[in-house]
């Protein structure tokens, strides 16, 4: 990954951080404009227009043009509402199991370098949140975007929202358990080891392996 791709995804966490940890932001509030929060956060005008691009993919914001950037939802769901969260979760990895495995499938086939170095940056950013305690709803969505994007197929990105919800309801409900963690790092590792070395099906079977450790905990 180039520095400049990892300086707009360093952004996007911070500008996260605003609005679940700061409560600086929630659903509904403009943020500041270009010029002011590119100079708070220490960042170049295109280094915040890369952030925001990442924000808006993942459904946090969205851009309304003549009129600014709005935040469209938080990215922590407040721990109270589990029993609300947990509510068609199963069906939500269900739906991944179908989907994601595939995705793992045609991403070891077709990844370019560069898309396997992204994938890989992402699990490792992953481990280094769970061995340190720290949400990883960002860098798990960003870890499975990378390996659908790695398919090339363009009709894959209209499946994203749903994964990012499950993600991140998924990471709500399970991030307390230790086994769940232990369980996402061995899969995480697999599933990246295999498409590094372009195998397509041990690929599918490491994310549908690691898809099931997750429904299992539910």
Known sequence: MSNSAMLADSTAQRIIKMIDEENRFSAGDKLPNENDLSSELGVSRSTLREAVKILTTNGIVEIRRGKGTFVTSTTIINSGNLNDIASGLEDL????LMFEPECAYLAAERATDEEIETICYYGEEIEKKILSGEDRTFEE???HESIANATHNSFVKQFMPV???AIKKGVVVLTKDQDVSEDNLKDDRLIMEFIKKRNPEGARTAMKLHIIHAIERL
Do not use: D, L
């Open 93 to 96: 990895f269900e739906m991944r």
């Open 163 to 165: 994964i990012f919800n």
């Open 141 to 143: 969505q960003k870890f």
